[in-house]
């Protein structure tokens, strides 16, 4: 009996470890833009507000971070602004991506982009 209950309590123990685990798991969404040659100044100004607007009309970002590149190894291959969003879980970007106000603010991007690339990951330590 006492084997049972051993056994029994170190399945819970497992478990509830495990929940606490995927709990604190981080998926990152990494977005690098590089804009189209002679690209307007203030049309990229908008574009970076309009980023930066949406972790307020969209509740499922946990966090939000952005900055222009200034490395000095020249290897960002004309990606030049990198935006990172924090989600908790991959519904939660999903259900980003097809947010209206996410689909707005794509519609800001065509004339402007000259490249974009999206990486998204879970963040291990």
Partial sequence: MKKITVCMLLLAIISVSAKAQS??????????????????????SRVVTAFKALPNQINTIKSFEWGVNNSPEHLNQGLTHCFVLTFDSEKDRDDYLVNPAHKAFTQLLPNLMEKVTVVDYWVEK
């Fill in 23 to 44: 709990a604190n798991k981080q998926l990152r969404h990494v977005v690098l833009f590089g804009w189209k040659a002679g690209a307007d100044s203030a049309a990229i």
